[in-house]
């Protein structure tokens, strides 16, 4: 079984995702070993201590050196054992050493398909307002691994998701989240960690 810290920053619904897979077996070559979130006061860490899972926080503000940020992270990472790091609405950037460390071991969600609508700035509501603006038809969501460039790691599994005539920002993020991003989420992370688990080279 591998080891995963999930790294969050608010409501945590991916995260719940994950639980909710670990749970019915959907996730099943890995487990979280750990949560750290960036603030104290995201609800996403109220989700893990209700799982039962161990939470750590790297206080973004009160660390406001991206060094002591990233060796916060990788305390608890180290400290849980684990292997696999997941971003689950994580709203900080890390660095190219951070993620040369970790190389093909983060993976991200990202609300949109990969390469429309991503990159620096492009995060929350912004991502659907743009695709709504531009008047695609099909958006989605991305499971990508994580490098040095702001979403432009290797693809790992994407889910198209229609655009309605009446969609708005909002209904839009709530569709792409249910319908995409809480499903390849879980299934990108087993598939992942199976990887790890067989020797195979991702
Ligand atoms: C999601 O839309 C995810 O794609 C993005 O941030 C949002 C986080 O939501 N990276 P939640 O905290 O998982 O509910």
């Not at 591998?2 to 909710?20: E, H, P, R, W």
């Not at 950037?93 to 983060?106: G, Q, V």
């Not at 920002?169 to 569709?175: A, D, E, V, W």
């Amino acid at each position: 079984m591998v080891k995963i810290a999930v790294l969050v920053s608010g409501g945590g619904t991916n995260l719940q995702a994950l639980i909710d897979a670990q749970a019915s077996g959907v996730l099943s070559h890995g487990a979280i070993a750990v949560v750290v979130s960036s603030t104290p006061t995201a609800y996403a860490l109220e989700r893990a201590r209700s799982a039962g899972i161990a939470t750590a926080v790297a206080n973004r503000k009160e660390l406001n050196d991206q060094k002591a940020f990233e060796a916060a992270i990788e305390r608890a990472i180290e400290q849980a054992g684990a292997e696999v790091i997941v971003l689950a609405g994580f709203m900080s950037i890390l660095s190219a050493d951070f993620t040369r460390k970790h190389a093909n071991r983060i993976l991200n969600v990202h609300p949109s398909l990969i390469p429309s609508f991503c990159g620096k700035g492009y995060y929350g509501l912004r991502v659907h307002e743009e695709a709504l603006a531009y008047g695609v038809k099909v958006t989605g969501a991305t499971v990508h691994f994580v490098n040095e460039i702001p979403d432009g790691g290797k693809i790992i599994m994407q889910k198209a998701v229609k655009i309605l005539p009446k969609d708005t920002p909002q209904s839009l993020q709530k569709r792409v989240m249910k319908q995409a991003e809480w499903k390849i989420l879980p299934a990108a992370t087993d598939w992942v960690c199976d990887k790890i688990e067989r020797g195979e080279t991702l």
